[in-house]
């Protein structure tokens, strides 16, 4: 793309649901996280994100978007209906909606990018943790 950034586009195990992130960020650049909540441990989940970039998630086939909360329910998981991968995660604060994406949805940069970085937010206070995520979590540009 002519202005640096590049599209990466990322979809579950069967194809049924996905994104596109653009960033200007080269995959080796790219914070990879390692969250230990139980969710993000069983699932594999390693995720990304760039505050300058934007995402968008997207569904093939309808109805097979799943959203699952847990905790204190402020972030919808993202999960395929059909073959139960996991493949994002989205919030809303103050009518902006932010996301994240799980890199292993991505083949084509799985061996540019860095080692993951583990991650324990369990401490935080649920107006930390959405500052936080307002802060290095990617805009989300509806379709």
């Excluded at 390692?34 to 997207?58: W, Y």
Aim: hydrophobic share 30%.
């Amino acid at each position: 793309m002519s202005d640096g950034v590049t599209e990466h586009e990322g979809t579950c195990h069967c194809g049924a649901i996905g994104f596109v992130y653009r960033t200007a960020l080269e995959p080796h650049e790219w914070p990879v996280r390692a969250c230990q909540c139980t969710f993000c441990r069983r699932h594999g989940g390693l995720s990304t994100s760039d505050p300058r970039g934007s995402l968008r998630f997207f569904e093939h086939a309808q109805g097979a978007l799943n959203r699952y909360r847990f905790g204190r329910k402020t972030t919808d998981f993202l999960i395929c209906g059909r073959c139960g991968a996991y493949i994002g995660a989205t919030m809303e604060s103050d009518g902006k909606r932010f996301g994240i994406i799980n890199v292993r949805a991505l083949q084509s940069v799985l061996d540019r990018l860095p080692d993951p970085q583990p991650m324990h937010y369990e401490n935080e206070a649920a107006g930390e943790r959405v500052a936080r995520r307002e802060a290095r979590w990617t805009p989300i540009s509806l379709p």
